[in-house]
């Protein structure tokens, strides 16, 4: 069976962001790394930085640019699975968050990659 388009759509921004980030000298280390119901879409390196990785794409930014999806609730489900993928992993180095946002459609292609998104609250 097929996955449903929205799904089909976020493997494809997924690919396209490990794909972007690569091409920076990132080391990806996990794809979909899960933690109870928490998950980071990707866990990457670059440097002593450990790097989590939300993905968001659009079709279209015509209701709002895809980053904007990373909202607080999101942010602290995030730092859950990082707290959690630290602990597990002993880290050692600089944690950050960031967010490639993709709009991705037939005419188009964006990624915007932010670094240091938003400021973990619970490290």
Known sequence: MADAPHIE???Q??????????SKGYEILHRNWRSGRSEVDIIARI????VF???????TDYFGYPEEAVDKAKQKQLQKAA????????VQ??????IVAIVLNSSKQEVYHIEDAFWPMDF
């Open 93 to 98: 180095g600089d944690i950050r968050f960031d």
């Open 47 to 50: 440097g002593n930085d450990w």
């Open 83 to 90: 707290n959690a993928f630290v602990e597990e992993y002993s």
């Open 13 to 22: 921004g997924e690919e396209i962001a490990v794909q972007h980030l690569i």
């Open 53 to 59: 990785v939300e993905v968001k794409t659009r079709e």
């Open 9 to 11: 759509l976020g493997k």
